[in-house]
C-alpha cells in the first residue's frame, strides 16, 4: 500500500509516484459513494478534522467538509477573520489550541509559502496542505490528475499545458511535480511578466506564444487570473490579456481533436477563458470538483483510516 | 507467521456439487427467481456470486442480476490490522430496493465481515430481505450470525485458517485447512 508512514501532505514534489497511483485508486470507489443516495460511510467515525483557512475559499474548503462528513468524521470549519487570530494570536498558539482539543487533521491554507511545512513541525497533528502562497496546492493537482486519468484513461506520458499565470500559480507547480512523475511532458504558456524566470530548471518547456504552446498537446489546464496578487502592473489590461491569451474555441482547434479542458475554478469568463470554452464538451470543470472531493475522501481514509502507529511517520 | 497445510477438504467436483445444491436451495427458498439478486463479498464473494448465478440460469433460464460489494469502509478492525486495506469499488449496478438479496462469501468465520457487509449494503437501499450463503462455515462466531445456505460445515481451531482457491482469482478451485506453526 503507497501511503505508509506519511504524516502530511504538504506537495506532491514529496510524493512518489505510487502514492499518488494509490490516491487516485482510492478516489475510484469514493466518487461512487458521493453519486449514491447515502453518502455516507462510517470509516472515519470519531476522527475530527479542522480547516483552517487564513485565505477565501468556497470550493476547496466545502470540499474538504464534505469529504470528512461523507466518511462520517467530526468536521469544523475555522474562519480567520472571526477568530483569536484577530486578536493578535500567533500562528503557533492557533494551532496548538487546535491540536489539544484532540484534532486528529488540520486543513490549512495560507497566503505564505511554506506555512504548512511549518505547522507540520509544530505539531503532532496529521497536516494538509490546502494551497500556501504561490508554493503548492497539491490536492487540486491530484483532482486534476484524476481528472485526467478518467477521461483519457492514463495520466501518463500526456502532453499537458498550463495556460496563464504561471509566476503566481501553486495549482500550475502542483500539476508539474505530479504530471511529471508520470512521464507528461509539460509546457507553460503565459505573459513573460508572469513567468517565472528559469522555469525550463524543472523541465517544463515554457511558451510566451499561446498558438504555439497549444499545439497538439492532450490536456490544457486554464488558469485562474488572480486579480488579487496583481497588485503591479505585469499585464496592462485584461483585454490585453484576454486577446493574447484567452482559450477560445480557434485555440482549442490547435490542441488533439479529443482535448481535454480543465480550470481550477472560479472562472473569470472572458479572461483567461471564453465561455463557448467552458461551456462545451472537451471541458471538465464541473465534474472536476465532483472529483476533487473524491480524491480529499481518498487522502483523508489513507491519511487516518489505518492504525496510527501503522502509518504514523 | 508460517502456515503448514493440513488437509484438503473440498475439491473442484465437491465444490461445483455444493454450488449446484445451493443454487437449487435458493430458488426453492425463494420461489423462483422474482426479484431475486445474488452480490459477492470481494474478494473471493464476488466469484462464487457469478457462479450461483451462472446455475440458475441454467436451471430456470434468466439471468439474475449480480453485483460485488467492497466492505473496507465498513469494517470495525481498521484501526487494529496490520496494515491498512486497500478500498475497491462496490459494484451493485441495480436498485437493491424490495429485492431479496443472497450474499456470498467464501468463509463465514467470526461474522464480522457479514456485519460490515450488511451495513455496506443497507447503504444501498432497502432490500426485501437478505440471505447469507457461503462455501465453508468454520464457527467461532463472535456476532450472533447465521447463514441460510450452507456448502460445509468445516469445525476448526482458532490456530487453523481456511484457505479458499477460486479458478477465477486464483486458477483453480480447493478448500484447504492450514495449521499456523510458530517460527
Do not use: W
Amino acid at each position: 500500500m503507497g501511503f505508509k508512514g506519511r504524516k502530511d501532505l504538504l506537495g506532491l514534489q514529496y510524493l512518489t509516484r505510487d502514492e499518488i497511483t494509490t490516491i487516485l485508486d482510492v478516489a475510484m470507489p469514493m466518487k461512487d459513494i458521493i453519486l449514491r443516495d447515502i453518502k455516507k460511510v462510517p470509516t472515519l467515525r470519531g476522527k475530527v478534522m479542522v480547516t483552517l483557512f487564513y485565505e477565501p475559499s468556497t470550493r476547496t474548503r466545502t470540499s474538504f467538509e464534505l469529504a470528512g462528513k461523507y466518511l462520517s468524521a467530526d468536521t469544523v470549519n475555522l474562519t480567520v477573520s472571526t477568530s483569536s487570530v484577530q486578536k493578535g494570536e500567533s500562528l503557533r498558539d492557533t494551532i496548538k489550541t487546535i491540536e489539544v482539543m484532540g484534532t486528529d487533521v488540520v486543513v490549512i491554507r495560507h497566503s505564505m509559502s511554506g506555512v504548512p511545512n511549518y505547522v507540520a513541525q509544530n505539531t503532532s497533528m496529521r497536516v494538509i496542505n490546502a494551497g500556501d502562497g504561490i508554493h503548492e496546492h497539491p490536492t487540486q493537482a491530484l483532482l486534476d490528475m484524476y481528472s485526467i486519468r478518467e477521461k483519457k484513461g492514463t495520466v501518463e506520458n500526456l502532453k499537458v499545458a498550463i495556460l496563464g499565470d504561471i509566476l503566481h500559480s501553486r495549482v500550475a507547480r502542483s500539476n508539474i511535480f505530479g504530471l511529471q512523475k508520470f512521464g507528461c511532458e509539460v509546457r507553460v504558456i503565459g505573459p513573460p511578466t508572469l513567468m517565472p524566470p528559469d522555469i525550463e530548471k524543472i523541465g517544463v518547456k515554457k511558451y510566451f506564444n499561446t498558438e504555439e504552446g497549444l499545439e497538439g498537446v492532450d490536456v490544457i489546464n486554464v488558469l485562474r487570473i488572480q486579480k488579487e496578487r496583481q497588485r503591479r502592473g505585469l499585464f496592462p489590461t485584461l483585454d490585453e490579456y484576454a486577446n493574447l491569451y484567452c482559450l477560445t474555441r480557434d485555440r482549442v482547434a490547435l490542441a488533439q481533436p479529443d482535448v481535454l479542458v480543465l480550470h481550477p475554478g472560479p472562472m473569470n469568463r472572458g479572461v483567461e477563458i471564453s465561455s463557448e470554452v467552458a461551456d462545451s464538451q472537451v471541458a471538465v470543470i464541473n465534474e472536476q470538483v465532483t472529483n476533487g472531493v473524491a480524491v480529499r475522501m481518498a487522502l483523508l481514509y489513507l491519511m487516518m483510516g489505518g492504525a496510527r502507529d501503522e502509518i504514523a511517520g | 507467521m508460517k502456515f503448514i497445510e493440513k488437509n484438503r477438504i473440498m475439491d473442484e467436483a465437491n465444490i461445483k456439487r455444493v454450488l449446484t445444491r445451493i443454487s437449487h436451495e435458493i430458488l426453492e427458498r425463494n420461489k423462483g427467481v422474482q426479484n431475486l439478486a445474488i452480490i459477492g463479498i470481494r474478494r473471493r464473494g464476488g466469484p462464487l456470486a457469478e457462479r450461483l448465478a451462472e446455475n440458475i440460469k441454467e436451471i430456470e433460464g434468466v439471468q439474475v442480476p449480480v453485483g460485488i460489494l467492497d466492505i473496507t469502509l465498513y469494517r470495525d478492525d481498521l484501526t487494529t490490522l496490520g496494515s491498512q486495506p486497500m478500498v475497491r469499488r462496490t459494484e451493485v449496478p441495480f436498485d437493491i430496493t424490495n429485492q431479496a438479496i443472497v450474499l456470498t462469501d467464501d468463509v463465514l468465520y467470526t461474522g464480522r465481515t457479514v456485519r460490515a457487509a450488511l451495513d455496506a449494503l443497507i447503504d444501498l437501499g432497502r432490500p426485501r430481505c437478505i440471505q447469507l450463503a457461503v462455501l465453508v462455515d468454520r464457527g467461532h462466531r463472535e456476532l450472533p450470525i447465521k447463514a441460510d445456505y450452507v456448502g460445509k460445515n468445516v469445525p476448526t481451531s482458532k490456530r487453523e485458517t481456511i484457505t479458499v482457491r477460486l479458478r477465477e482469482i486464483d486458477g483453480k478451485d480447493e478448500v484447504v485447512i492450514e495449521e499456523i506453526i510458530d517460527t
